[in-house]
């Protein structure tokens, strides 16, 4: 009551308490602690749920527990992870986040090229091989093609592919977000660096780029 969700005098059925669980502010906890609140909540679960196109319930008996149900379509293969959003050409990508570095904006005297290594941009003293990532994966793209510089506008970010580091050029940094990824095996993508599809905010589609994807447009 004290949160607003309940009328004074409302009589609730079992379904509506276990319905608490989904809502953001609710916590089971008796008291407030220094770790309450730290993990994801319900809702975000639900949510999350929901968004792939599935449902999860609860059954409860008293003094014996309950169990969770999470039921997905047998057609959508999805999985939840944090993703690193950029936009590269006229594009935004999903980056595994787990292989950023950093992020920075290369100094044109820290920009070189060399005879058969391409482009190279110095970071601390280290030299990574720079992946213009718009020209690997947009073959009409402009935004990089007719750049003089990567130093004009570009983000450079670097990446850890199995102990190499590697800059990779991007127009923009969307940010960090949780996506949920499904299975593109029946989309027309001929392109097999990418590993799954998520559905922005706005109803785009963003692809997914895996491991394995961002080793092959680095080689």
Known sequence: MSLGLVEPG???SNEDIVNFLFMSGVSTAEEVTEVSGRGVGMDVVKRN????GGRITVETVTGKGCVFKILLP???STQIMDGFLVKAGNEIYVMPMELIGESFVANPEDVSTVSGKGELVNRRGALYPVVRLADKLEKN??????RKSITEHG???SVEIHGTRYAFCVDEIIGVQKVISKS???????NNVFKGAAIMGDGS?????GVEGLEMIAE
């Open 155 to 157: 983000i450079m970010i």
């Open 74 to 76: 047998k057609s959508v």
């Open 184 to 190: 593109i095996e029946s989309l027309p993508v001929t």
């Open 49 to 52: 749920i929901d968004s792939a």
């Open 141 to 146: 793209s402009k935004a990089l093609s007719n």
């Open 10 to 12: 409302k009589t609730l």
């Open 205 to 209: 589609i963003a692809m997914i780029i």
